[in-house]
Structures are given as structure tokens and as C-alpha cells.
């Protein structure tokens, strides 16, 4: 199966004032010009489709054109998930209708989130999306303390394996945090350790 991975494309970010959507609306029009002479399987998005909790309509408006065009003309699935920067609830916006059309959104933490099986010419392929979970979250839903991230992924990872037979193919799709990166000393934005929904740091 051939996947094209994508993540972060934080649809409707400014920097320092200056609005990108018109360099972002390039870079996904480059997106569908390697899926489509690529032809992959399936596109994923792996979180931070955009930029803060409600972004502007111009954001969304890019984003449905960009699934249109992947769904409806090049027939490619789409697998996305919710990041930190996003709003579970809006993306969770009619979650089952669109999947009869092959966009699988997974936005939500949830104790009853499945894996997503496709097919290809060599049997299933199970993809388990990992959506951005806090460790709160992941404490309220499991009833087991979780006191950092890698312990709300590492419940969420066991809930999928869970699920999908053992000797199959898997893919893990995951927004998570990620220890040891150094940051730019130049970053518009300051990096620290309460990160939520929103976008917030």
C-alpha cells in the first residue's frame, strides 16, 4: 500500500501579521500533484489540519476543496485526526456520512475508537488513529491515573493493539509530543509543557 503521510498544516496560521493561506494553498496544490502521479492508496493527516480552535472560513474553505478534490476526482481515502492545535468537537462534524466517502476522521478520545481497515492487493491494512490526547483525558477515560503523555499514548496504543489481529499489517497515526527536540531560538512561538486543544502555550 502506498501512503502519502502529511501532518501540521496548520491552515490559517499567520506569522509575525502575514497570512499565509495563499503559500499553503500552493503547498497542498503540490500535495495533490504527488498523489495523484504518485498514485498512492491513501493521503493521511496526522493532526493540526488547522491552526487554532476556529479557524477563519477562508482555512476551512481550503481544506474542503483539498478533500474534494482528493475524494471525489483522484478517488484517494483520507485518514486525518485531530492535533492540539485542533477542536475535536468541530472536526467531528459528520464524522460517519463522510466516511461512507472514504474521509475518516478521527477527532475525539475515546475509550470506543476502532481501527480502520483498508484493503489492498495483499490483504488488510489496519491504520489506529491516535488522536492528540492529554494525559487528563486518557486519567477520566481509563480510570487509571496517566500522569504525562506518554503514558495517555501508551493507553491509547494498547487499547488499539487490542483490536488488531497480531500478525497483521498495522500503521500507527499519531499527533503526540515528542521528548529531546531543541528548539529554534528564532521561533515566533514560545515552547513549553501546558499545550491544550487550542493551540495555547
Known sequence: MRILHTSDWHLGRS?????????????????????????????VLAGDIYDRA?????????????IEELILKL?????LIAGNHDNPDRLNFGQALF??????????????????K????????????LTYCEPLTATELSGEKKPNHDA????QVEQMLA???????????????VAGATPTPDSERTFGSGRDYYGRY
Open 99 to 116: 466516511a461512507q466517502k472514504q474521509l475518516y476522521i478521527y477527532s475525539t478520545v475515546t475509550t470506543k475508537a476502532v481501527p480502520l
Open 75 to 79: 478517488q484517494i481515502p483520507v485518514i
Open 15 to 43: 506569522f509575525h501579521g502575514l497570512h499565509l493561506l495563499d503559500d499553503q494553498a500552493k503547498v497542498l496544490a503540490d500535495i495533490l500533484y504527488v498523489a495523484k502521479n504518485s498514485k498512492v492508496d491513501a493521503l
Open 118 to 129: 483498508l484493503e489492498d492487493q495483499y490483504g488488510p491494512v489496519y491504520f489506529a488513529p
Open 152 to 155: 495517555a499514548l501508551a493507553w
Open 163 to 177: 483490536q488488531i489481529p497480531e500478525n497483521s499489517r498495522k500503521i500507527a497515526l499519531a499527533h503526540a509530543f
Open 54 to 66: 476556529v479557524p477563519p472560513t477562508e482555512a476551512v474553505g481550503l481544506l474542503n476543496s483539498t
